[in-house]
């Protein structure tokens, strides 16, 4: 199954950014596993918060069901699952182009109207996306002031 087409496990709660505690509780690995996998997959890169912790996204959720697939339900080699990973990829990128040439010729034929219920679909998830940042970073301004008042 491709990364693009894989649908994370509906019970994985839908949030923007997820702790390494977190992710490891989800896939069931220890969090120097997930270090493991991200110093040798570069598909895995969990950016970083202003205190250095990891925070990962949907996309390197997605990226890690599909390694721990390939490696523990496929058997395959670290080196086996670089390859594939890279073979899915450009099998993705060559899709996307087939796709876009097709787009573009028919896009000329079609109107360029939207149903404008998709992007108020967007606009909500978006919304609660953004809320859930502005909460993190509230919580982070807590510890900050927390840490000065304690100073």
Do not use: C
């Amino acid at each position: 199954m491709a990364m693009d087409e894989m649908n994370l496990d509906p019970s994985i709660p839908r949030k923007m950014f997820y702790k390494i505690g977190d992710v490891s509780q989800i896939f069931g690995v220890k969090p120097y596993v997930l270090r493991y996998w991200e110093s040798e997959f570069k598909e895995i890169k969990p950016a970083k918060n202003r205190f250095g912790q990891r925070v990962y996204r949907q996309k390197d959720l997605v990226v890690l069901s599909r390694v721990k697939e390939l490696l523990y339900k496929e058997k395959f080699t670290i080196a086996g699952a670089k390859k594939q990973l890279a073979a899915e990829k450009t099998a993705r990128q060559q899709r996307l182009q087939t796709q876009a040439r097709d787009a573009e010729g028919s896009n000329e034929k079609k109107s360029k109207t939207q149903d404008p219920n998709t992007y108020i679909h967007l606009l909500k998830e978006h919304k609660g996306q953004l809320q859930e940042l502005l909460n993190m970073f509230k919580e982070e301004m807590n510890i900050q002031t927390e840490k000065e008042v304690g100073a």
